[in-house]
């Protein structure tokens, strides 16, 4: 699934917060944003890997949630909510695409790495892919109960999230075709290694691209 629909359900486990511990919401929806956020902080280093953990983040929400129920503060929630939302993200990739540079073609056999068993999870598809319309209505849904409950910087923060949603699914079939010319002409004036520090599915793209280039040529 896109970030904005990570970033969004990630908010939304903090709902619970909100209505039982009001003091804690801001705190609560922040720490869920940030978490929903996080493991796609690996975007380009061994994405859906380096940063997904979706056994132990699951391990580690179980305590986290515990504390943050029988000894509230600020670290807490914090903790409970932003680990939750990692685990969530982490999870829910699964029912996604695959890590192929055009996931709604289908030919990858990769959505999330598990590091507790040493293996890739195939994806499910049940979202179809990161962009799809489908993808679009779970951000939709999820921003509605948080604009019911937001108001300054947080209501701006869901706004611009559904905001981002809606552009990007707009764009997201466009994408790989825009971004592989783009990355095409930068491999032929940057150093190799720079290249090889691509992930896989920009470098395949790349090299297709040039074979394509180089047989129109001969």
Same mark, same amino acid.
Not at 95 to 101: D, I, K, M, P, V
């Given at each position: ?16 917060? %909100?209505?039982?511990?009001? *003091? ?56 409970? &909510?932003?680990? !939750? ?14 890590? *192929?540079?055009?996931?709604? *073609? ?43 409950? !937001?108001?300054?910087?947080? *209501? ?9 949603? %809606? %552009?990007?699914?707009? &764009? ?17 004036? %940057? ?28």
């Amino acid at each position: 699934m896109m970030l904005p629909t990570h970033a969004l359900w990630g908010m939304v486990l903090a709902l619970p917060v %909100v209505w039982t511990a009001p *003091e804690y919401a801001g705190i609560g929806l922040l720490a869920g944003f940030l978490g929903g956020v996080f493991p796609d902080l690996d975007m380009y280093v061994g994405h859906r890997k380096t940063l997904h953990y979706p056994v132990v983040y699951t391990g580690l929400a179980v305590p986290a949630v515990a504390v943050g129920i029988f000894v509230p503060s600020t670290l807490t929630i914090a903790l409970a &909510v932003g680990v !939750t939302g990692a685990a969530l993200h982490s999870r829910s990739d699964v029912y996604g695409g695959g890590l *192929e540079l055009r996931p709604w *073609e289908g030919t990858s056999d990769r959505a999330v790495y598990d590091h507790y068993r040493g293996r890739w999870i195939g994806p499910r598809r049940w979202i179809g892919y990161d962009g799809s319309p489908s993808d679009l209505a779970l951000s939709a849904v999820s921003a509605v109960p948080l604009l019911v409950i !937001t108001d300054g910087w947080l *209501e701006v923060l869901v706004i611009a999230s559904l905001g981002i949603a %809606v %552009v990007y699914t707009a &764009v997201r079939r466009h994408l790989p075709s825009i971004g592989l010319v783009v990355l095409t002409d930068l491999a032929e004036r %940057v150093p190799g290694p720079v290249v090889d520090r691509l992930p896989d599915r920009y470098r395949d793209g790349i090299d297709g691209e040039l074979q394509a280039t180089t047989d129109g040529n001969a």
